[in-house]
């Protein structure tokens, strides 16, 4: 089993940054790739962004177009999401995701909410 946690969502104006972070717990060896994911109500849940089990980079969003970086570190269990120049449209809950032994696991989400 494997447990994820997102921190860092708030409440920002158009134009600024927030960092999420999720740290995963439990057999945490097993995880493969990770990702974030972002939904807004009404909308179906779209990818952010996906690193791979050795922190490479390998897909994000079309809408991202090079606002965010996602970083993570196996020592510290983490994955970071550094998001920059935020607008309205970036508004949703942000869910953590990890791939381990054929299985999805999913955190409960942060909400960030950006204000013009």
């Known amino acids: 089993q494997v447990q994820l946690a997102e921190s860092g969502g708030g409440l920002v104006q158009a134009g600024e940054s927030l960092k999420l972070s999720c740290l995963a717990s439990g057999k945490t060896w097993t995880i493969g790739g990770m990702a974030w994911y972002r939904q807004t109500p009404g909308k179906d849940r779209e990818l952010v962004a996906r690193?791979?089990?050795?922190?490479?980079?390998?897909e994000f969003g079309n809408f991202v177009k090079g606002r965010f970086t996602i970083r993570r570190d196996n020592t510290k269990n983490t994955v970071d999401l550094q998001m920059n120049n935020l607008t309205p449209e970036d508004t949703a809950v942000y869910s953590c995701?990890?791939?381990?032994?054929?299985?999805?696991?999913w955190g409960q989400g942060t909400q960030v909410t950006v204000t013009t």
């Open positions: 995701s990890a791939q381990a032994r054929g299985l999805d696991y």
């Open positions: 690193i791979t089990r050795g922190g490479v980079p390998r």
